[in-house]
């Protein structure tokens, strides 16, 4: 009985501190990782729409490629 009753409780108790760690381990970091990235895009995002804005040259039959 104290074969299977052992390794169980054990079992047990390794998956419960398992769950536990990991709902502290990722979370803030990957939050604060992601948070950081879409600052990012977004500001390279605003950088390529006044791009964009600045080119007012046109092409004319003058122009050499």
């Known amino acids: ?3 299977l009753l ?3 409780i054990s079992i047990i108790i390794t998956i419960a501190f398992a769950l536990k760690a990991k709902k502290y381990l ?3 970091e ?3 990782s992601i948070k950081k990235e879409l600052e990012t895009f977004e500001t390279n995002l ?3 729409k006044k791009l ?3 080119n007012n040259y046109k092409i004319s039959s003058e122009h050499i490629y």
Do not use: F, K
Request: charged share 20%; proline share 6%.
């Open 1 to 3: 009985m104290i074969d």
């Open 6 to 8: 052992a390794p169980s």
């Open 26 to 28: 990722y979370v803030h």
């Open 30 to 32: 990957h939050e604060n």
């Open 46 to 48: 605003e950088t390529l």
């Open 52 to 54: 964009d804005l600045s």
